[in-house]
């Protein structure tokens, strides 16, 4: 990794709450990771944060591990609001926020598109501290008056680069109009493109820049291999690796939506357990296919 060599603090060093740090050595954690050594103390002081961070680098506890400790939970009144560009991700991301506050009393929730909106109306009327959502369903549900982000005090934009891709600019501009001007504003993205400076420079007032990774397009923890291979023998060669490598749990990604289809059912035919998932496939198969990966 790319990042400042000073020496690698422990969790106990970086005057995160006690119940949060509890919360971080329930999940077995030893050390931070270089972009939670070097964007917690900043975000504890309140800073903005512009992140170039991957999925995989342990960006999720860097920004929710300070945020979890610098609110006052008992509002009941979304003060931490975090954009994501998919509904998985946004679900990926409240879960750990439940995890790492779990000797809190907080109160979280996701907000994404695809599924009924009146549970989470309902959720939002309970009262909600922490809101992780997509920019769609949540221009909606503020549309409606179900959500009010006037004491938002964090902003995390999460994944912007994909963000900007899934064409999602305008309502992340129309969401910003609602928040008030007074907050710390976090960004994170893969990758530094033109766009996403500009949204950093309307965005961010002298932010903490941390960088991990810089050269490498996948995590250095992932092995990469390629093989050359023609067309028609693609799917032979995956059972095979599949079965020599004993490998117990594969995510494949296809081209297209439906050789994502053939290809699940020709595996199917081999005996393995699989789903496949795709925009085309309803929130609930997409669901049950990631919590059938999971378990
Ligand atoms: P993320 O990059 O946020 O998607 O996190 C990647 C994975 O790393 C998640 O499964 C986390 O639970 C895990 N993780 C995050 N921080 C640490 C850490 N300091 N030590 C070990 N695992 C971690």
Not at 72 to 90: F, G, I, K, S
Not at 153 to 182: N, Q, S, T, Y
Request: charged share 20%; net charge positive; hydrophobic share 40%.
């Amino acid at each position: 990794m790319t990042s400042t060599s000073v020496a690698s603090p422990s969790f106990g060093d970086l005057a995160l709450l006690p119940a949060v740090l509890s919360a971080v050595e329930a999940q077995g954690y030893e050390t931070p990771s270089p972009i939670q050594a070097q964007t917690i103390p900043a975000l504890l002081e309140g800073r903005d944060m512009l992140g170039q961070a991957q999925t995989g680098t342990g960006k999720t506890a860097a920004f929710a591990l300070p945020l979890l400790s610098r609110l006052d939970m008992q509002r009941r009144e979304p003060q931490v609001l975090v954009l994501a560009p998919t509904r998985e991700l946004a679900a990926q991301v409240e879960s750990a926020i439940v995890t790492y506050g779990k000797h809190l009393r907080l109160r979280s929730t996701a907000i994404f598109g695809g599924v009924g909106i009146n549970p989470q109306k309902s959720a939002l009327q309970r009262g909600i501290d922490i809101v992780v959502a997509t920019p769609g369903r949540l221009l909606d549900l503020v549309g409606q008056r179900s959500i009010d982000l006037s004491a938002i005090k964090i902003l995390v934009l999460d994944e912007a680069d994909r963000m900007l891709d899934m064409g999602f600019i305008h309502d992340i501009r129309k969401v910003l109009g609602f928040l008030p001007k007074h907050r710390q504003n976090l960004l994170f993205s893969a990758t530094y493109t033109r766009d996403i400076k500009r949204l950093a420079d309307s965005l961010l007032n002298k932010p903490a820049m941390v960088e991990v990774e810089r050269h490498t397009v996948a995590a250095q923890t992932v092995n990469q291999c390629a093989y050359r291979v023609d067309k028609s023998a693609k799917r032979d060669l995956l059972i095979q690796l599949i079965n020599e490598g004993r490998w117990h749990q594969v995510l494949v990604f296809t081209r297209t939506k439906a050789r994502a289809n053939q290809l699940a059912r020709k595996l199917e035919h081999s005996g393995r357990r699989v789903a496949a998932i795709h925009g085309n496939k309803s929130q609930s198969a997409r669901t049950r296919a990631l919590d059938g990966f999971r378990s």
